[in-house]
């Protein structure tokens, strides 16, 4: 695994994520079927974002998956220690328990699980996208530019929804 590769990963399940939260079809329904898998989704995604930044930085492979395994404050704070914005408490913060205990994969009835409204948790996914993409260098690998603003909610899908029977 290389910056590049583990920042289009991140990026992908960021996107797996936005398509089902913004899906016409979604409304219709509950959040209660998606909540957890988009979370779980996106908690590997700010795992892989960071891994990228310290690949980008420098770091072996070897040693992120060693010293640092699926314990996002360690990733984040090792990131900012490394010139990383600590603008993400937001995300980082409320995502490291359940991505680290594997609750969004294995529920747990005592967990609290983070209710980020949905167009605020895409808008600081946008800006750590964008941040990684330019450090690691993965679209201008590609002969691209980094863009800012990627994941931008329509305004009837920035709530979560829960109906329950």
């Given amino acids: 695994m290389n ?3 583990a920042y289009m990963t ?5 996107h797996s994520s936005f398509v089902i939260l913004t899906s016409e079809h979604r409304n219709e329904k509950s959040d209660a079927s998606f909540f957890l898998s988009t979370h779980l989704l996106i ?3 700010l795992e892989l974002y960071l891994k990228s930044f310290l690949l980008a930085k420098g770091f072996a492979e070897e040693k992120i998956r060693k010293d640092f395994g699926h314990d996002l404050e360690h990733l984040y704070s090792k990131s900012i ?3 990383l914005s600590r603008k993400y408490d937001k995300i980082i913060v409320p995502f490291k328990l359940g991505h680290s205990n594997f609750s969004y994969r294995y529920p747990k009835e005592d967990t609290d699980y983070p209710f980020i409204p949905i167009d605020e948790l895409f808008g600081y996914l946008s800006k750590l996208d964008f941040e990684i993409d330019t450090t690691a260098g993965a679209s201008v690998e590609y002969g691209k530019e980094p863009n ?3 994941w931008d909610v329509p ?3 920035r709530e979560w929804v829960f109906k329950w029977p």
């Fill in 10 to 14: 991140a990026k992908g399940y960021v």
């Fill in 148 to 150: 800012n603003s990627i």
């Fill in 43 to 45: 908690g590997f995604a």
């Fill in 3 to 5: 910056a590049t590769l």
């Fill in 155 to 157: 305004p009837n899908f």
């Fill in 81 to 83: 220690e490394n010139g």
